[in-house]
């Protein structure tokens, strides 16, 4: 049977290279963008794409039926920093969109669901360097108590129902192609863009906050190959930590500097400096290695080279 996927969310900054990835691998047809609104010109020409809101199960089944999906990746979601700012919503958003998915799945609608998740499930007091795949997750922001709660639900259907759900969790995640999307590690990307257009940037964060990044390129990389694993390989139901460099502002700016010899950063943190400071500074992802080898490719250097090449 020929794989047909539909990804919901698509016009975000994951789902704008996460589709184009997946036309490239099964083939334009079989890839069904979908979001609240139309995406980038390149998604739009390329293949199939539906008007579709998360949270109407009517139009998903209608949907799902009319394209004979049998995969979904579930990516869309209100992010840390704007969740914060409409808790309620975001909580809707988060878990309902999820539920609606996990029971299609769980009716045999759809085979297999991909759900992220986020470094936000962690909280204060869990260990903040090389945190590991189990340990304690006391999240304190909407976001991360929605990606917790979805965690737990994903393993739920696994084990009560078979349902073969997957997941990662996301660090900050660094791209060319797309705006990120309201979350606390946007600045890694902001910066890229005022370096060009301005020579400076006022941060959000202070400057030895230290926070996981990963370039987008392996978070689509990671998240594709998770999706094509042998299912006995997927020991992990909740979500797989994975991770790829870890830096402060101070340091992105120093990469940068190397690059523009006149760029100039300025720090003013706002209520963001509060989400980081809860957050991990390093990940542990031995576990998601193990299981089903995942590597990343790019650190800090070849990172900044990427943006500034791509942006120019």
Known sequence: MT???LVIGSSGQIGTELVMKLRQIYGSANVVASDLKEGSAEIMQSGPFEILD???AVKIHEVVKKHKINQVYLLAALLSATAEQNP?????????????????AKEKIISKVYWPSSIAVFGPTTPRQNTPQFTVMEPNTVYGISKQAGERWCEYYFNKYGVDVRSLRYPGLIGWKAAPGGGTTDYAVHIYHQALKTG???????????LPMMYMDDAIN?????MLADAEKIKVRSSYNIAGMSFSPKEIAASIQKHIPSFTISYNPDFRQAIADSWPQSIDDTVANKNWGWKAAHDLQKLTETMLTNLK
């Not at 400076?200 to 230290?210: A, G, P, R, V």
Request: with cysteine.
């Open 3 to 5: 794989d047909k996927i």
């Open 54 to 56: 998360a949270l109407d």
């Open 88 to 104: 309620k919503f975001g909580w809707k958003l988060n878990m309902e969109g999820l539920f609606h998915i996990l029971d299609m």
């Open 200 to 210: 400076d940037y006022e941060c959000f964060l202070s400057e030895n906050t230290t």
């Open 222 to 226: 990671a998240t594709v190959n998770l």
